[in-house]
């Protein structure tokens, strides 16, 4: 029987299902972060329980961290108690765990792929929805609530209803200056954030298969913005390539023998999905959001459309209104950054726009790097050169603004052109007013202190 990508791995990790009811799913790693697993060890405690397999859990602090003087103790207490309990926990359980500055410490959804934690064909869980991100190598990985955190510590398993498929296809190549990050939004403004509410996605098609594994990383990250389950893309070379010789992939004969198996992962050609949607890729212009979920999307040369599902509110609060552009927009921050746009190429992009500019002056700008690797590459790259001469400082690696946990803040009916995933009020901070853009946009807006197409100063540079 032809099977999709999704369904060959699901069926081989299902231990035992339950009549008219869940599938018991084992869990081939699981990440664990200072937010949603404090509760999780307690029951442990509670129970008297030991982790179940530890070397396939892996923690991480990364939402609460501050991006500046991590070397100083976390000022806020509420996530200095976090972090610490963290720390403690993997202490007591027996886990690896990577504290701030540590060299293997980041964005979890950065790390784990980087450092083939992840690799195809697992199953992966976190009690964080954008784990969806890790299906961009082939594995099938979704979010996962504080009891099922507990459950798979103690098991290494979790119930699970079995999702339907859906395959989004994604013909023809990609414009300049439109990324993967422009992909998503644009998807999701057609499909809407519940389009795909029940489905597993696969991505396939021709825009797709020339993404890099970084480009794929951020398409998978926002398949929870479109209300899926998770989102994946078939193993091919260019993940083998981003794979090959990171810290825990496998080694020699090993590899080899991974990667025979890894060209295995792939739908058959005749199998069904309860779903499939093709867009033309040359129709996707850079995007930007104007309301307050990743749906209200538009090419940033378009205008507001007119009120409509969502209703007045969001329009309301970003202080816009329908009819108008919100090119030349004045803003106030941007933010580059997050498991969404925190990688080197996402460095790559911004430094393309910016160079031989200046940073606005009325704009505060957060660049933050995904992890200390990306770190260290935008150093080897010279990339730190670029975006110092033209005003920007580099901070440490954390989760940072994309959701404000921490010290990176936006104030009150300020305006932020932001590469994280969610602009939901408040999202970035209390009042704080939140526009989801790629790499380029939000360099050019960093540049010029508005919203402006990136085109104009890409090609500039390049020419």
């Not at 790259?381 to 901070?395: M, P, V, Y």
Request: overall charge neutral.
């Amino acid at each position: 029987m032809a099977k999709t990508l999704f369904d060959k791995i699901w069926d081989k990790h299902v231990v035992t299902i339950i009549k008219d009811g869940p599938a018991q799913l084992y869990i081939d790693r699981m990440y664990c972060h200072e937010v949603t697993s404090p509760q999780a060890f307690e029951g442990l405690r509670k129970r008297g329980l030991k982790v179940f397999r530890p070397k396939q859990i892996t923690c991480m602090a990364d939402h609460n961290i501050p991006t500046l003087h991590q070397e100083m103790p976390i000022k806020d207490p509420v996530s200095r108690n976090q972090v610490d309990a963290l720390a403690q926990n993997a202490k007591e359980f027996e886990l690896e765990y990577y504290p701030m500055k540590h060299p293997l410490n980041g964005v979890i959804h950065v790390v784990g792929p980087e450092n083939g934690l992840s690799l195809p064909g697992m199953t992966i869980v976190c009690g964080d929805s954008h784990t969806s991100t890790h299906g961009a190598l082939g594995t099938v990985a979704f979010g996962i609530g504080t009891s099922e955190v507990e459950m798979v510590l103690a098991t290494q398993c979790v119930f699970q209803s079995k999702p339907k498929t859906m395959r989004i296809i994604l013909n023809k190549k990609l414009q300049p200056c439109v990324t993967a990050k422009d992909m998503a939004l644009y998807i999701i403004s057609k499909i809407t954030t519940g389009g795909a509410t029940g489905y597993f996605i696969e991505y396939a098609g021709e825009a797709v298969q020339n993404l890099t594994m970084e480009g794929r990383l951020t398409l998978c990250n926002l398949s929870i913005e479109m209300g899926a389950r998770g989102g994946m893309i078939a193993p091919d070379e260019t993940t083998f390539n981003y794979l090959k010789n990171s810290k825990f992939a496998p080694k020699g004969e090993d590899w080899e023998k991974a990667v025979e198996y890894w060209r295995t992962l792939k739908s058959d050609d005749d199998a069904v999905f309860d779903k499939e949607i093709t867009f033309t890729s040359t129709d996707i212009e850079p995007m930007i959001t104007y309301g307050t979920n990743p749906g209200m999307g538009i090419d940033i040369n378009c205008i507001i459309p007119p009120v409509g599902t969502y209703g007045h509110a969001p329009l309301q609060y970003m202080g816009f209104h329908a009819g108008e552009k919100l090119l030349g927009k004045p803003i106030d921050y941007v933010f580059l950054g997050s498991c969404t746009n925190g990688r080197i190429e996402d460095f790559r992009a911004f430094a393309s726009i910016v160079k031989g500019r200046k940073k606005a002056p009325n704009v505060v700008a957060w660049l933050v790097p995904g992890s200390w690797a990306v770190d260290r590459q935008i150093r080897e790259e010279n990339l730190d050169k670029i975006l110092t001469e033209a005003g920007f400082e580099i901070r440490q690696p954390g989760c940072s603004a994309c959701l404000a946990m921490n010290d990176d803040k936006v104030p009150p009916g300020k305006y932020a052109v932001s590469t994280s995933n969610r602009n939901f009020e408040g999202r970035q901070g209390p009042g704080a007013r939140t526009i989801l853009a790629g790499p380029f946009v939000a360099a050019a807006a960093a540049i010029t202190g508005k919203i402006t197409d990136p085109r104009k100063l890409y090609f500039q540079n390049i020419n």
